[in-house]
Every structure is written in C-alpha cells, then in structure tokens.
C-alpha cells in the first residue's frame, strides 16, 4: 500500500542539523509555518540498502509548472491526493528532471562540498540567511505526538515530514511504501531574485520501470545504473 498522510509542509527555515553518525543518518530542518507551528523536515543521506549512497538531482534554477501548484508559502501542513494535476510529485511520471542529470555522494566525509549532507547544507543555509524563502517538503507526515518533544530540536509537540525521497520502484520490506504521485523532494522559492532551487533524491535500489497503478517495480525491470559519482556538488 502507498505511504500514509502524503503531502507538502510550506514553512521557512530556522535551523538545521546534520546527523551523519547513526545508523539512519538523516539531515535535519527545523520548520516553523505563518502560525508559529514548528516542524521538522528529516531528508535521508543513506539508505538501509546496498548501495547505500543515494542518487540526487539539485537545481539553482528549477523550472515546472508543479510549483504554480503548491500552497501558499508558511500555510504549514498540506494533504495532497496521489494523481495527476496537483502539486503531488512524481520521478517516473511527472517529467521534473532527466534521471540520467542524476549523481551519487555519500552522505558524510570529512572536507568541504563532497557528501550529500554538504550539499543540503549549501541549499537549507541559503533559505535560513533569507527571511523571505519559501521552503517546500513533500513527504510523509509524522506527528502531531502530544506531550512528546521533537527529538532533535526539543519542540513540542513533535511534528514534522520524512520519506523526503523517492517512493516508488522499492525492493524487500520497504514495497509496502510504493504508489504513484508520492514522491518526496525539497523546493525552495526565492522571491527576491526570482527563482526556484530543487533537491530530488532516490535510493540507488529503486527501479525506474514502475507500474502506472501501484508504484511496484515491473517484474523485468531491475534497478538502472546510477549516474557518475561527484565529488563535489558544484527513512523519522
């Protein structure tokens, strides 16, 4: 079955945190919406997969018409049906990027710009420095937890958005998460010079050839070759 509570968290950006030393490591964002709500937006760096690093697509300058679809900007926690014509994302289906753009970084190493949570770092510190950007993550919701403090930033109550990835194409226990039109990602608007940037990741163990009804991989399709590894960037 799909993933549960899908949809976009529109809020900005007020702090971040990298975790690169568990054994799901994950980057962290703290969120706060127009209501004063705050969330957290948890964006895996590894997978419980081999290979483990993920695949990413990242643009300064991204351009569809799925961003005239999303809520407005700090409107917080947004449902979004699974299907066409909505602001709900797809990797397969959706035509957001070439596959083929996509790279693969390990999620911590030591230095400056080559691991995946450097360049998350790059984008999320962006939107932190400029009160006006608009940040977007689809996903899975996870909360409200009543009583219980978020476990990175100590908000309560705990709230916020994972699966922040490619969900569909999956292989061993983690098929029960696939469907179509529910795939995860980072958007972030920049009113002030006009412009849009994007973050998409995958797992390297998901298959591209995925059923137009279920998400499933198509039986004689096997997971495609990952795009070159980079050594720079110039699952709650």
């Known amino acids: 079955m799909p993933i549960k509570d899908y949809g976009v968290l529109a809020g ?3 702090d971040r945190r ?3 030393a568990t054994d799901t490591p994950h980057y ?11 969330y957290r937006a948890a964006v895996n760096v590894l997978s419980q997969q081999a290979p483990s690093d993920l695949r990413y697509f990242a ?6 018409p799925v961003t005239s679809l999303l809520p407005p900007a700090g409107s917080g926690w947004t449902a979004l049906p699974s299907h066409p014509g909505a602001a709900s994302l797809d990797f397969v289906r959706g035509h957001l990027f070439d596959q083929g753009a996509m790279h693969v970084l390990p999620p911590d190493a030591p230095g400056p710009d080559n691991d995946l949570a450097d360049l998350l770092d790059r984008y999320v510190q962006q939107a932190i420095a400029d009160g006006s950007a608009a ?3 689809l996903g899975q919701r996870f909360g409200p937890e009543p009583g219980v403090p978020d476990k990175v930033f100590g908000f309560l109550p705990g ?3 994972h699966d922040v990835h490619m969900n569909q194409g999956n292989s061993g226990r983690f098929t029960t998460d696939d469907g179509v039109y529910q795939d995860g990602g980072l958007l972030i608007h920049l009113p002030a010079e006009n412009r849009w940037a994007a973050i998409f990741l995958a797992f390297q163990s998901q298959s591209w050839h995925t059923d137009d009804r279920t998400g499933h991989a198509l039986r004689s399709s096997v997971p495609q070759q990952p795009g070159t590894p980079r050594p720079s960037p110039h699952r709650h």
């Open 28 to 38: 962290q964002i703290h969120l706060r919406d127009q209501e004063g709500t705050d």
């Open 18 to 20: 990298r975790e690169g």
């Open 159 to 161: 709230n916020g958005v």
């Open 59 to 64: 643009s300064e300058d991204f351009r569809h």
């Open 12 to 14: 900005t950006a007020v």
């Open 135 to 137: 940040l977007y993550v």
